[in-house]
């Protein structure tokens, strides 16, 4: 009878020991998530903050940091600017590329070309100026740009030795036109453009130089974009050229000697 009563006696306390138990185990640990010393992302931290230093790590062992380039290559235009222009080739090249790491880089530079215009006819700028005859125009450009190479380590070793990327551009056109066969003051302005495209780099020595190829289609709302000086005069039928309008846009390709650091 004696045991009877201990073992109902142990039956209806065992309960409240166990609940009592747990209960201090849960205000312990809500106690340690509350501590301000602790951290529930420490080891999210830990283990991002490795991995950041392990890219580092390899960026600075095996990475490019910077790079001049130097070139040339064609410029050529859409529209009826490219209607009206023969193009002088060739265009030159000068860059410098500052990596951010493996995969961005920031690039500044610098473009030259020459294009020259044939007028065989008076036109409505000039009426008293007779055929304009050659008209030469210089075009300068300085942009600053954003390169992303492609991650290419999954499809194969000869398109990774490519280093295949894509550009992106900022750029101010100056242009200036001089008129060679007639007593005319040089006409010359500015424009902003913007300039999108893709290129390949193949290394000539891994980490000291590199052979580029850069594709690059520009718009630019050029100064004379919609000048009406180069139309054609109406009754000079027996003219050839003459253009109601410059608009058109822009494409380049260089090819570049890149010197790595």
């Known amino acids: ?15 409240f020991s166990v609940f009592a138990q747990s209960s201090e185990q ?6 340690d998530d509350l501590n301000p010393g602790s951290d529930i992302f420490s080891d ?15 960026f600075y062992r095996y990475g490019r940091f910077f790079s001049v380039n130097l070139g040339g290559g064609f410029t050529t235009f859409t529209g009826n600017r490219g209607a009206a222009y023969e193009d ?3 265009t030159f090249h000068l860059s410098v590329n500052y990596f951010l790491d493996f995969q961005k880089a920031i690039t500044l ?30 075009f300068t450009r300085v942009f600053v740009g954003y390169k992303y190479y492609i991650d290419t380590t999954d499809l194969g070793t000869a398109i990774t030795y490519s280093n295949p990327h894509l550009i992106g551009r900022l750029e101010y056109w100056y242009q200036t036109s001089k008129f060679i066969d007639r007593e005319i003051p040089k006409d010359s302005g500015g424009g902003i453009g913007t300039g999108i495209g893709a290129g390949l ?24 974009k919609f000048t009406q000086d180069f139309r054609q005069i109406p009754g000079e039928e027996d003219s050839t050229y003459g253009f109601e309008d410059l608009t058109g846009n822009v494409i380049s390709v260089v090819i570049t000697y890149n010197f790595t650091w």
Not at 206 to 213: A, N
């Open 109 to 138: 530079g610098l473009e030259y070309s020459k294009h020259t215009m044939i007028l065989d006819t008076v036109v409505n700028g000039y009426p008293d100026q007779g055929p304009i005859g050659a008209v030469v125009t210089d």
């Open 26 to 31: 849960i205000m312990q640990e809500v106690e």
């Open 201 to 224: 780099e193949f290394p000539v020595e891994l980490k000291q130089s590199y052979i580029s190829v850069e594709g690059i289609y520009h718009v630019v709302n050029f100064y004379d």
């Open 44 to 58: 999210f931290n830990e283990d991002l903050e490795s991995a950041q230093v392990l890219e580092d790590e390899r």
């Open 88 to 90: 002088n080739h060739p």
């Open 1 to 15: 009878m004696l045991m009877n009563k201990i073992l109902l006696l142990f039956l209806i306390l065992m309960p």
